[in-house]
């Protein structure tokens, strides 16, 4: 008699008293221990540096090099989050985050991102899960017009929104079906000859979004701007730019207009660039990820007027909307682009609804396959706090900015580098401020640089602040970006205290 | 005296006394009320058909057409989820649910999600958070290790892991890699020569990130499988392809084999084919999307045997490995490739321990700049089950495949369509079980075909089970696939049940 094969071996000396990976009971018991830890995270965060202070490679240290074997208890696992995750993060949510854009959390965008992964259902065409895809169009609908965006964005008018995970991803998916419906009329040989434009000021998204659909490098137009426009891009550059690629026999594709640039907020003027790009037949995209949330409250409504020429339009709702991460909406008029580019049918999704042509499948309207059920968190979001509370949040934030501005318009030492838009204070000490023993104009901005990049490495390194800086127009300044749930008019003050001491401080030692 | 511009007057109405969207004592509360809520919900699954049962349409009926104005209490919406969504979701997590693959969660892997979104850190550069950085780096040599992939595919050996949101992310970055590698050996112009190879069973992301990398679609090479090897790729047949494609001037640049095809789970050799490929200098993804997770049981480890010959490796942990969606492992033997053609480097993002190149930076890793802390799922993952149970897990579900594969052969009337390789079966009533009026063979593959599909539509319409078909080789046949967390036997058995009495119903309704 032959002994069992090394399969069935392993396979009949499984333990059958396993205990279940799903237990209800055992799930509430350690789901409710969660809870209490992450609640207990909020409520000591503020006793934790924002920005970490750990070295590289701090963590191979702590943990052991390979998985362990057997089971570790909640209670220990625990422990460790605290022990050795803790002190290696940046935290996000503490209220004197203040760097890059915020990507904020909410209680109901937490329990909706519980709910999707409790359920955890992958809704890539209607009928794998119904209500991910119904919900979805339904609160893109919805939240579409808190934004007024023209009918012709929602599925009300024949376009449509679907929820991405990031930007790239949306400035991908149209950028492909733009690419696409040119090549139909030009040819598949001529996709060396697409040029795509943006500013200096656009988001590196845009050319990350080049590289991976096959744009060639060289025909990538980054435009510049200037302070005079408060470095928005300037629809004259963009026609010069544009009318020039024509001239040299080259095929103008796309544009990715900005309303919100990371560096200073700035916000290109929507209405004369989708002039121009109609004038040449190009796809507008609209990049609104952090601004466009605050474009539901009125008085921010107009800096998307004109969106109605662009072909997309994006925002972040896990940047200001309290959904976490991840939640990008897009909306695009004529979704048919889209799902030509997108589409596939494999005969294992093939299904009735699908057939039917009276069902959305989203997998025809991103890149992969899968999908989260993120409505759900935006859906939670707009009904626990309802349109108008959501505004004032947003305007809290930015008149906490106004506060920040405020305080830095009192101190002589400073400068607001560029007029406050929304919630962020684009700031630097000041040339004018500082005696810098020089002539030479390039030296003193040279100098006062390099003593802004001094500030802004004590501020973070203090703990009590973390901010983040740009460059425009040579200038080092540094970004203060409000819109952390958490942060309260005191969490304000107290960093624009920091940044006094740490001015004085730098500023008395280079005897300024 | 001038009155307050329309913003102003906005802000200065605000009210103060708004409740703190992320209030600690009303997230405990009602954080522990959705952990019930889930609890509740996995406690009840079997009550709701798998299959969810509504019309198109169905949800604009029940909500309204616009987001609330005002707050409503946690308590209503969590009533409006169980009135209005649960209905419509097709149950992922049900026991009964044998469709697609299974995407399936864990305590673990749900606890490591609350902490994910809880910290809600974003890890696009390490400074951004650098234990979401490190521990992902870490937890992809832990599990790499586990599936004992070659060193070179490790940290700890030149090569290095990154969480992807999914399989055709990976394929479309690897792909961008590659082609970048090859363009600039043989000039920008020539990227409409690039050919990318798969066979017939190759999931559908391949093709999606041909058409977003700007592949030209006439150069994608779908090469025929049959049932002779099972339906995996050939590499005579590859190399027939390749070659011939050579001749005609183009440039091969890429194959995607799968361990573990969609269809039917076949395997395809990796080690004759990364020889092939190794000889024409094409870069080989391996796609192990849903089997990779098995090849950490010692017992199914051969089939990855070869992948040292490949250029880039990924399995899904959102399928198979307890983390829920969404967590797509890759690993790459020369990240160098990959950074190359990802990268960009914005002022905004710049910082010392970049510029000191003695960190990684994830977002030159992957399409997006942010990206979630998906590595705690997979940390808590591995710490919670350990590596034994997890093995266990994974032949539990294979046990049940076999389980199910023998009910199967009991009936005469039914077939196993090809060797059951994993946890599915590929089944179907048998021709030969069949006495179908007529000579003509075609005709004999039609009707069986037919008698399947109407076999499945009643299975999935009973509500009590959920599966999907595939057609190979001009079978239709029926996919049963195991992977949910709490399917235990008797599900299979009441499956089997259930397919019984559909088969007895149809075959005596057709005369059979």
Redesign the interface.
């Known amino acids: 008699m032959g002994s069992l ?3 069935e071996s ?2 009949n000396s ?2 059958t008293d ?1 205990p ?9 018991r ?3 221990m ?10 000591n965060i503020e006793k934790y540096p924002v ?2 202070q ?1 070295e ?5 240290k702590c ?1 052991p090099e ?7 208890p ?1 209670e220990s ?1 625990l422990q ?2 605290q022990k ?10 503490s209220p004197s985050f203040f ?2 854009f915020a ?9 909706g ?3 999707s ?6 809704g890539f065409s ?7 895809t ?2 979805e169009s ?2 893109m609908d ?2 579409g ?2 934004l007024t965006l023209p009918k012709s964005f929602l599925f009300s008018g024949n376009g449509g929104g679907v929820i991405h ?5 949306a400035i ?1 998916c149209t950028m ?1 079906a733009a ?2 419906q040119m090549l139909r009329q030009i040819g ?2 001529n ?2 000859k697409l040029v795509v434009y943006g500013s200096d000021q656009t ?3 845009l ?2 979004a080049c ?4 744009i ?3 025909n990538f137009r980054v435009i510049k701007t200037t302070k005079s426009t408060s470095f928005a891009l300037s629809p004259e550059s963009l026609k010069l730019a544009i009318s020039s690629d024509v001239e040299a026999g080259l095929t103008p594709l796309f544009l990715c207009a900005t309303v919100g640039t ?2 200073t907020t700035a916000v290109d003027p929507l209405d004369s660039l989708c002039q121009v790009a109609k004038y040449y037949g190009i796809w507008v995209h609209v990049d609104a990820a952090y601004a466009g949330s605050a474009c539901m ?4 409504r107009h800096f998307i007027d004109g969106v109605e020429g662009a072909n997309s339009f994006s925002l ?1 709702a ?1 940047k200001w909307l ?1 959904t ?3 939640c990008c909406c897009v909306w695009i008029k004529d979704p048919s682009t889209l799902t030509s ?2 589409s ?7 299904n009735t ?1 699908t057939d ?1 042509k ?2 959305v499948d989203y997998k025809d309207w991103q ?6 059920f993120r409505a ?1 968190k935006l859906w ?1 979001v ?8 959501l505004r ?2 947003l ?2 934030h ?2 906490m900015a ?1 506060l920040f501005e405020g305080l830095v318009s009192t101190d002589r030492r400073f400068e607001v580098v560029v007029p406050r838009v929304f919630s962020m204070v684009c700031f630097r000490v000041s040339p004018s401020a500082a005696i810098i023993i020089s002539d030479d104009e390039i030296n003193v901005e040279n100098c006062i640089n390099e003593v802004n990049r001094k500030l802004l490495e004590g501020i973070n390194a203090s703990g009590h602040a973390f901010m ?4 425009v127009g040579g200038m080092y300044v540094i ?1 203060c970006a409000i819109g952390v ?2 942060t309260e008019e005191k969490h304000i003050a107290m960093a624009w205290k920091l940044v006094q001491e740490h001015a004085d401080a730098i500023l008395m030692k280079n005897n300024i």
Chains 1, 2 share one sequence.
């Not at 590289?56 to 191979?60: I, N, S, V």
């Not at 992964?117 to 992958?122: H, I, K, L, S």
């Open positions: 094969s090394p399969q392993n396979i499984s333990p396993m279940s990976a799903l237990d209800p009971v055992e799930f509430r350690q789901g409710h969660m809870v209490d830890f992450i609640a207990d995270y909020y409520q920005l970490s750990v590289p490679g701090y963590l191979r943990l390979s998985a362990p074997d057997n089971p570790e909640i696992i460790d989050v050795h995750i803790v002190p290696g993060l940046t935290h996000w949510q760097a890059y990507s904020n959390v909410s209680i109901a965008g937490f329990l991102e519980m709910l992964t409790g359920f955890n259902v992958v209607w009928v794998s899960s119904p209500a991910a119904e919900l339904i609160v919805w939240l017009n808190l995970g990031s930007t790239c991803e991908i492909v690419r696409d598949l040989d996709i060396q988001h590196s998204a050319q990350k590289q991976i659909v096959g060639n490098p060289n990371t560096a409250c009125p008085e921010f972040n896990h309290f976490a991460l991840d580019s997108l596939t049918n494999p005969e294992y999704l093939r609804a039917s009276q069902v890149i992969a396959l899968s999908r989260r759900m939670l707009l009904k626990s706090y309802g349109a108008v509370n004032n949040y305007r809290s930015v008149k106004m983040t800086h740009a460059v970004r749930t958490l």
